[in-house]
């Protein structure tokens, strides 16, 4: 990935939704730079690679990107198809230019299987891809709804069903992708990283959790969430697979009167909640992982540790 550097030391900071991985990896990053590493983030997240879904995915503003290089944003419109393929081949260039500049990368994310396919260096092309198989599935999908979808993965592949999160329209839906093209077969062995990595993974409290969700709802809805949802059910089609993400579709009820702001806001809460105890358990079986308590004040020693284990990284390249 780089000349006589296979790939730079990565740091991959892991949890689920709003356990504040985001502002921490510009905070550790910020203070990496100022001390003279020349820190990068790439974030796993498979909503924030669509452009225009923004506020609805706690997208990091451009101001509070500034000074710092970002990848994995903005790779693909909403009704482009867009796989963990495209993400490992899009992640490994990132990675190839930061070792290139002899710094460190931070993988910030909670989309497990981007930071499983990276970090632990799953063979993606491996699994097999057909794009006219993929747009024939998400048009089912779409007319048919998920409860079907669900139903059609667990008859052509019920052990590839349930090692995958079905809750989840885009996981569903490349699942069942796979299935068409090679049946229930065992997944590729993981490749290993080429290069110094360590996990790092934030936990908060249930009570203490589902407080910082209401919040962020709250803070959403309040930042323009209405608007960006009007903005992009104008331009697209409503029942893409990008649009799962929790909000738009809670959006667009209050736009058509079909719901109070309050109402919105408190399912967008309880399925965020339900989202976050999903990733929790795909998070459990990932082993080797530094688990950090956040707490509901200040949370100077967790920034202290991720710090003392981004620069033990660096050193050690």
């Known amino acids: 990935m780089g000349e006589g550097r296979p790939a730079p030391p990565l740091l991959v900071l892991a949890g689920a939704t709003a356990t504040g991985k985001t502002g921490l990896s510009i905070e550790v990053a910020t203070a990496l730079r100022a001390g003279g590493v020349p820190a990068e983030i790439i974030s796993a997240d498979s909503r924030q690679v669509f452009r225009g879904l923004d506020i609805g995915t706690a997208k990091a503003s451009v101001e509070a990107r500034a000074g710092i290089p ?5 790779l693909a419109d909403p009704d ?22 002899r ?14 396919a990276v970090a632990r260096g799953l063979d993606a092309e491996a699994l097999p891809f057909d794009r006219e198989v993929r747009e024939g599935i998400e048009a089912a999908l779409a007319r048919d709804g998920l409860e079907l979808a669900v139903a059609r993965l667990r008859e052509l592949a019920p052990t590839l069903a349930s090692r995958i999160d079905v809750a989840n329209p885009r996981r569903v839906a490349r699942a069942l992708e796979i299935a068409e093209l090679r049946g229930d077969a065992a997944p590729p062995p993981a490749l290993g990283y080429p290069g110094p990595v360590r996990w790092v993974g934030l936990r908060v409290a249930p009570v203490t959790h589902r407080e910082r969700i209401a919040n962020r709802a709250h803070d959403q809805f309040d930042a323009g969430l209405l608007e960006e949802a009007r903005a992009l059910r104008a331009r697209f089609d409503p029942a893409l697979p990008a ?3 929790i909000g738009y579709r809670e959006a667009w009820a209050v736009l058509d009167g ?3 702001l309050e109402q919105a806001i408190e399912l967008d809460t309880q399925r965020n909640v339900a989202f976050a105890k999903r990733q929790a358990t ?4 990932e082993p080797g992982v530094e ?22 990284l660096a050193a050690a390249e």
């Open 282 to 285: 795909w998070f459990r079986s």
């Open 291 to 312: 688990w950090l308590e956040v707490g509901p004040g200040d949370d100077s020693a967790v920034l202290e540790r991720v710090l003392v284990v981004a620069r033990g």
């Open 243 to 245: 649009f799962s993400a």
């Open 258 to 260: 079909a719901s109070t």
């Open 103 to 116: 710094g460190l990368a931070l993988l910030v994310g909670g989309t497990g299987l981007y930071l499983r």
């Open 80 to 101: 482009q198809a867009f796989s963990v393929v495209d993400y490992v081949r899009h992640a490994r260039e990132a990675l190839a230019g930061i070792a290139a500049g």
């Open 70 to 74: 970002h990848h994995g944003l903005d």
